[in-house]
């Protein structure tokens, strides 16, 4: 299975849909991410993308903002969230949010917002 097709599969869910949405758009080629990324396995390793110093503040309010939709240990302010990110971005993260509250949504990921 190549890595859409598992994007796709693993979309069905919203844990991972709301994260991937976030992923596939703002950081689609960006090893930094991708290689904490095992779609094989279902893993994410928020932890270690989040520990990496290289990320801008606004990737870095991106990246936890999906970390925590995708595991409800991982705890964000979201006024903080909607105070700090740009309009474009803020957009997406509605997108993800909107996602993750539609448990029955079978729309693909795209990166277009």
Known sequence: MNKDEQIQR???ASDWRAA???L???FAEDGRVWQYVNLDR???AFRKI???GTFSSGEKM????AASLFNREHRI????VFNRLDEPNTALVLRAIRSFCNEE???SISPAI
């Open 10 to 12: 693993l979309s069905r």
């Open 20 to 22: 991937l949405i976030i």
């Open 24 to 26: 596939t758009s703002a």
């Open 42 to 44: 279902e893993e994410i």
């Open 50 to 52: 989040l520990d990496d």
């Open 62 to 65: 991106l990246l936890s903002i």
């Open 77 to 80: 302010n979201l006024c903080e």
């Open 105 to 107: 949504s079978n729309r």
